[in-house]
């Protein structure tokens, strides 16, 4: 009984790939019309075949396009390949299966799909050379969460976890486009071609064939026999002659044609002893700078260390006056390490009240605020190399004595406020009324063509400098992003007796 099941299985999955390989062939024997397969044609044509197109006219070029950027990025690029050629087996199993009936049993067919994923996602928390390609990538993979989706498994909607993780790709997209506009136009298409790949093309596909999640076959067979069957007829298939690459030169990581890779850097300077830090402490005798301030710690005390002098000490009554003064012992050095940057307290992430607080974290690519509604706000404190994605509609964002800090959001009621802040980066993809920047050292504010395009829009600024904004264009939009600076340089006069100032403005020579 079961050899007769896994015959019919391996026939049914023969004439899929058939319908795959060839729409021509399309009819199956008459004979086995309770086949799955035969029961799976019309899903076939609308869902496998769909994402064997989308494979072929969007994942390819793009794999061509990566042969310009960085090799470490080519290499993420490979496993990003691979997640998407895992999916394509994923949905080949479901055309045949029932759905399982344990959380399990999906998670096993899962697997090759999420270890993909994950090689994706440890390659981005490296950094590397090129630390804006593996984040795009890395958020951009997370949409083939979409199989996951269901009851208990957080996501709700298919289509709309698609673009909240291109949303978060976005932000470090924007940054590649910044970057290598009118430099490189390989990289460009490459970042537009994926932009393509994930929110127009798995976004419609999901959308029309998983609007809930993955689908299975209610008439089919339990999954187990579906993986088997599946991976017999992929093993016995012959593989395809793989094209041959195009002969382009990767390009070095460091952006300088034809340069070797740099040399990795050296070991680090052995700690200096007791002694060594003694003799670099100070130029003179005693024990350096460090002795003269501990002494002069004690205060008033100091003075207990005087002694009287005598007429017969006096200089003028020493016969040798050429001797040198000898020096004191000197101290052991106390030296007190402070590591500047650190947290001052522990990290932490919670809703208190009506206010998400996000505070002291280090180093964090993935902190997201969700479940949010438009009564509550955002403070974020004290987080260094991080970056927040909050999602859903809030009434107001704080950033305060943030460095490295990159905030994505959708939709503000009040204001976006950065305090005591230097190197940050804002990025909104609906609406926001006010931004403002205070005490702040290097702020890139990229905003939608919402804002831009709504007059009662501004941006405030106090004591702050190197602002930029950047105008994202549309999902549609073909055009580059338009970036404009923030004045800091005013120009005051009296006019009418009023003092009137204005941003000054430099022509060109």
């Known amino acids: 009984m079961e050899s007769s099941l896994i015959a019919r299985l391996e026939r049914a999955v023969q004439r899929l790939e058939a319908l795959g390989v ?57 496993s990003f390949e691979n997640a998407f050629q895992a999916t394509r087996r994923v949905l080949e199993v479901s055309l045949l299966a029932k759905k399982p009936d344990s959380p399990a049993e999906l998670q096993s067919l899962l697997a090759p799909v999420s270890e993909a994923m994950g090689a994706v996602m440890t390659a981005a ?15 951009a993979v997370g949409a083939l969460g979409f199989l ?63 609007p809930t999640g993955l689908r299975f076959n209610p008439d089919g067979v339990p999954l187990a026999a579906a993986m088997s069957s599946v ?18 030169a990767p390009k070095p990581a460091c952006g300088r044609p034809g340069a070797p890779p740099p040399p990795p850097p050296g070991p680090p300077p052995k700690p200096l002893s007791a002694d060594e830090l003694r003799v670099e402490g100070g130029g003179g005798g005693g024990g350096g700078m460090s002795a003269i301030f501990k002494e002069l710690s004690t205060g008033e005390g100091i003075t207990s260390k005087l002694r009287h002098v005598t007429s017969q000490m006096k200089s003028k009554h020493n016969s040798d006056r050429t001797g040198c ?69 809030v009434n107001a964002i704080s950033l305060d004595n943030c460095k490295r800090l990159g905030v994505v ?25 006010t931004v403002t920047v205070e005490k702040t050292d290097g702020a890139q504010l990229y905003l939608s063509q919402a804002c831009a395009a709504n007059p009662n829009f501004q941006i405030v600024s106090a ?6 904004v950047i105008i994202v264009p549309a999902e549609n939009d073909p055009s580059d992003p338009l970036e404009q600076p923030i004045p800091e340089q005013y120009i005051s006069t009296f006019q009418g007796g009023k003092l009137v100032t204005v941003a000054a403005e430099h022509s060109g020579a």
């Not at 993780?165 to 990289?187: I, Y």
């Not at 939709?411 to 980066?425: G, K, L, P």
Request: hydrophobic share 35%.
């Open 463 to 468: 004591k702050s400098s190197s602002i930029n």
């Open 125 to 139: 928390e490296g950094g590397g050379s090129c630390p804006n390609h593996l984040k795009v990538l890395s958020e």
């Open 325 to 393: 003064v000898p020096s004191a012992p000197s101290a052991p050095p106390t030296a007190t390490v402070v590591k500047k940057g650190q947290p001052s307290g522990p990290p932490s992430l919670a809703l208190k009240g009506t206010k998400w607080m996000v505070e002291n974290f280090s180093g964090r690519q993935d902190l997201v605020v969700e479940n949010t509604t438009p009564k509550q706000s955002v403070y974020v404190y004290g987080c260094t190399d991080c970056v927040v994605q909050i999602q859903g509609k």
């Open 231 to 248: 991976a017999a007829v992929t093993a016995s298939a012959p593989s395809a002659p793989a094209s041959a690459p195009v002969a382009v």
């Open 148 to 210: 996951a989706c269901g009851p208990g498994s957080g996501i709700t909607s298919s289509r709309q976890h698609v673009l909240d993780c291109w949303q978060s790709a976005e932000f470090f997209a924007t940054k590649l486009l910044m970057e290598f506009r009118g430099k490189d136009e390989d990289q460009v298409a490459w970042v537009r071609g994926l932009k393509a790949l994930v929110q127009q093309q798995l976004e419609q596909y999901v959308l029309r064939n998983c």
């Open 409 to 433: 959001f959708s939709d503000v009621i009040a204001s976006v406020e950065a305090v005591n802040c230097s190197s940050i980066q804002v990025q909104t993809t609906g609406t926001v009324p």
């Open 22 to 78: 060839e729409p021509s062939s399309s009819s199956a024997p008459a004979g086995d019309t309770n086949a799955p397969g035969a029961q799976a044609k019309s899903s076939e044509s609308s869902s496998l075949t769909e994402w064997d197109r989308l494979l072929a006219e969007h994942l390819t070029p793009l794999k061509i396009l990566s042969q310009h950027i960085p090799q470490e990025a080519q290499r993420s690029m490979e």
